[in-house]
């Protein structure tokens, strides 16, 4: 079935770095574009950072340009996330999303369940 | 820098009707920035609920429904259901690669 599954979050103090990967299974990882979604503990959803399905163009939230960068390997079928320069107010659920593509661009239609980044000394 | 609003909190009665929206800091809310709107329960996944401002992704129930009302996005939700009760989250593309969440809206059915 179509799946999507993090790994790689933990603690880790701040001013460090950290890789999340996503890995992908059930569909042509290569046709999709694909996003980071992140939720501090008790907030809302805010979104992170999209790459188109080729790679050709990285979009990022103010909050982290500059600090996290998005990639993907189609031969894996894996999406990452590292994230330098790590800070207190980047520790939150980090979920990866498919974008739906199609008829039905700009929405997020498939969700991984996420991992926990937790930025503290 | 551009913020979506969505008001904090809804009840509704079991079978009752309840509207969400989903407006722009500046400006109207069109179909041009395809909202869509999720679901989420407490330690889940996001579910995918509309997209494109009226269109339901598959297997949702058609108790749910998008719109556009005066300069906002709108959710709404026919005949609520115990089950209903969640956060709910609009999302808008901004253009130029740029998505933003409001800030969710918590039902409560009771």
Known sequence: QVQLVESGGGVVQPGRSLRLSCAASGFTFSAYGMHWVRQAPGKGLEWVAVIWYDGSNQYYADSVKGRFTISRDSSKNTLYLQMNS???EDTAVYHCARDCG?????????????????VSS | QTVVTQEPSFSVSPGGTVT????????SVSTSYY???YQQT???????????????SSGVPDRFSGSILGNKAAL????????DESDYYCVLYLGSGMWVFGGGTKLSVL
């Open chain 2, 76 to 83: 709404t939700i026919t005949g609520a259901q115990a089950d």
């Open chain 2, 42 to 56: 407490p330690g889940q996944a996001p579910r995918t609920l509309i997209y494109r401002t009226n269109i339901r």
């Open chain 1, 102 to 118: 199609g008829d039905c661009s700009y929405a997020l239609d498939i969700w991984g369940q996420g991992t926990m980044v937790t």
């Open chain 1, 86 to 88: 790590l800070r207190g």
């Open chain 2, 35 to 37: 909202p869509s709107w």
């Open chain 2, 20 to 27: 969400f929206t989903c407006g722009l800091s500046s400006g």
